[in-house]
C-alpha cells in the first residue's frame, strides 16, 4: 500500500516563530489532508489539498501531487497550535476512500 | 450542522469482554470509516461501510466486525477484547467512497482493556 512520512517527528518553537511541516507519499493520490489532533484526540480538518495551494490565516498548504510531497506552513506560531498534525492521504489506487496517515509531526509552541 | 458524533466517550472493559462503539455521520454524509489510533501512532483504518454493506477492510481480525443502518450512523464491535485492542477509536464520514471527498472525524471513543 502507499507510504506516508512526515518530518521532523517533534518541532519545539518559540511563539511567533515561523514553521514547515513537510508530508511525502509513496504513490499518486487522489486525497491529501491535513489534520491537527488536540490533546482531546480530536482530529480538526485544516486543508482538503490533493494538489495547489491553499490558506487559511496564519495556517497554509501546498501540494505538488507530481513530485508526491505536501507542505503545511505554520506562521506567527501560538501556545494554541501546539498538538499533533497528521497528514494522511488516499492512494489513487485504493478503492473507496481509505485515508492512511503518516506518523505525525508533534508542535510545542512555547510562550 | 451536525458535526460527527460518537458515543461513548471513554470505556474500560476486561479481556475476553466484548464492545460495541457508535457513530453517527456529519448531516447529509453516507459513508462511515472507522479507525484505530494506538497511542503515539497514527490512525490506522479499520474498515469502511457505504449502503449497509463493508465495502473496504484494513488489517485487523474478524473480531472486529461493523455495521451500518439505514439512517447511515454505524456499529463497531470487538469480541475477545485483548490488552493490545486498547486504543482511541476514531470514526469519520464522507459523502460516498468516490475518494474525491474531504473526510470529517468525530471526538473518538477511548477504549482501555484491562
Known amino acids: 500500500g502507499i507510504q506516508v512520512e512526515q518530518s521532523p517527528p517533534d518541532l519545539i518553537l518559540q511563539e511567533g516563530a515561523n514553521s514547515t511541516l513537510r508530508c511525502n507519499f509513496s504513490?499518486?493520490?487522489?486525497?491529501l489532508q491535513w489534520f491537527h489532533q488536540n490533546p482531546w484526540g480530536q482530529l480538526i480538518n485544516l486543508f482538503y489539498?490533493?494538489?495547489g495551494t491553499k490558506q487559511n490565516g496564519r495556517l497554509s498548504a501546498t501540494t505538488v501531487a507530481t513530485e508526491r510531497y505536501s507542505l503545511l506552513y505554520i506562521s506567527s506560531s501560538q501556545t494554541t497550535d501546539s498538538g499533533v498534525y497528521f497528514c494522511a492521504v488516499e492512494g489513487i489506487k485504493a478503492a473507496g476512500n481509505k485515508l492512511t496517515f503518516g506518523g505525525g509531526t508533534r508542535v510545542l509552541v512555547k510562550p | 450542522d451536525a458535526g460527527v458524533t460518537q458515543s461513548p466517550t471513554h470505556l474500560i472493559k476486561t479481556r475476553g469482554q466484548q464492545v460495541t462503539l457508535r457513530c453517527s455521520p456529519k448531516s447529509g454524509h453516507d459513508t462511515v470509516s472507522w479507525y484505530q489510533q494506538a497511542l503515539g501512532q497514527g490512525p490506522q483504518f479499520i474498515f469502511q461501510?457505504?449502503?449497509?454493506?463493508?465495502?473496504q477492510r484494513g488489517n485487523f481480525p474478524d473480531r472486529f466486525s461493523g455495521h451500518q443502518f439505514p439512517n447511515y450512523s454505524s456499529e463497531l464491535n470487538v469480541n475477545a477484547l485483548l490488552l493490545g485492542d486498547s486504543a482511541l477509536y476514531l470514526c469519520?464520514?464522507?459523502?460516498?467512497?468516490?475518494?474525491?471527498?474531504?473526510?470529517?472525524f468525530g471526538p473518538g471513543t477511548r477504549l482501555t482493556v484491562t
Open positions: 504513490d499518486s493520490v487522489n486525497n
Open positions: 489539498i490533493p494538489s
Open positions: 469519520a464520514s464522507s459523502l460516498a467512497p468516490a475518494g474525491i471527498y474531504e473526510q470529517y
Open positions: 461501510y457505504y449502503e449497509e454493506e463493508e465495502r
